[in-house]
T-cell receptor, first 113, second 116 residues
Framework: AQSVTQLGSHVSVSEGALVLLRCNYS??????LFWYVQYPNQGLQLLLK??????LVKGINGFEAEFKKSETSFHLTKPSAHMSDAAEYFC???????????FGTGTRLTIIP | GAVVSQHPSRVICKSGTSVKIECRSL??????MFWYRQFPKKSLMLMAT?????????EQGVEKDKFLINHASLTLSTLTVTSAHPEDSSFYIC????????????FGPGTRLTVL
């Protein structure tokens, strides 16, 4: 079975500062990993995904994530936070050949002006 | 591309009535659609997976007679909450994938259901 753990249910950063949202996964086989963003009362929007190609994945809105097998991590980063980045972020894992996404518990990102 | 819509966005109903929520893939054919439920300040819980023309596969603990799912076409899936009760109040989100269920899932904007 696969699972993801998101460390920190709430993260606050100043506008212009580095954003780092942590995600660790557990999987018996190489996983596919995803980051989604959810704005209030909206569905989820795909930020980026790792599907066993390049370990550094670039997504939309300036976000990127690096797959580190040795650390079983897939942390999400953005060099400079913008007010519009305030949202809930979900890390998710899926195994190759398996249709089900397993989500982490989410991290609420607050941007301080 | 890869736009998924849901209708309605919000619905309020009385206890004991049934509510239908539609999920549509607007610019692609969705061979597989998923229905999730999200409780306040919580993550998404997969309720069921549906493939076009087939019966839905429900997750353990989800009442299939209460949450009826129909996936009659490659662009439309519906979730009907039958005999709704206040504990069914939640945010329901659908997602859709093309080229098989293992493709990327694209999510709809969600439906807020409130049962009085």
């Amino acid at each position: 079975a696969q699972s993801v753990t998101q460390l920190g249910s709430h993260v606050s950063v100043s506008e212009g500062a580095l954003v780092l949202l942590r995600c660790n996964y557990s999987s018996s086989v190489p996983p596919y990993l995803f980051w989604y963003v959810q704005y209030p009362n909206q569905g989820l929007q795909l930020l980026l995904k790792y599907t066993s190609a390049a370990t550094l994945v670039k997504g939309i809105n300036g976000f990127e994530a690096e797959f580190k097998k040795s650390e079983t991590s897939f942390h999400l980063t953005k060099p400079s936070a913008h007010m519009s980045d305030a949202a809930e972020y979900f890390c998710a894992v899926r195994l190759f050949g398996n249709e089900k996404l397993t989500f982490g518990t989410g991290t609420r990102l607050t941007i301080i002006p | 591309g890869a736009v998924v819509s849901q209708h309605p966005s919000r619905v309020i109903c009385k206890s004991g009535t049934s509510v239908k929520i539609e999920c549509r893939s607007l610019d692609f054919q969705a061979t597989t659609m998923f229905w999730y439920r999200q409780f306040p300040k919580k993550s998404l819980m997969l309720m069921a997976t549906s493939n076009e023309g087939s019966k839905a596969t429900y997750e353990q603990g989800v009442e299939k007679d209460k949450f009826l799912i129909n996936h009659a076409s490659l662009t439309l899936s519906t979730l009907t909450v039958t005999s709704a009760h206040p504990e069914d109040s939640s945010f329901y989100i659908c997602s859709a994938s093309s080229q098989g269920a293992t493709d990327t899932q694209y999510f709809g904007p969600g439906t807020r259901l409130t049962v009085l």
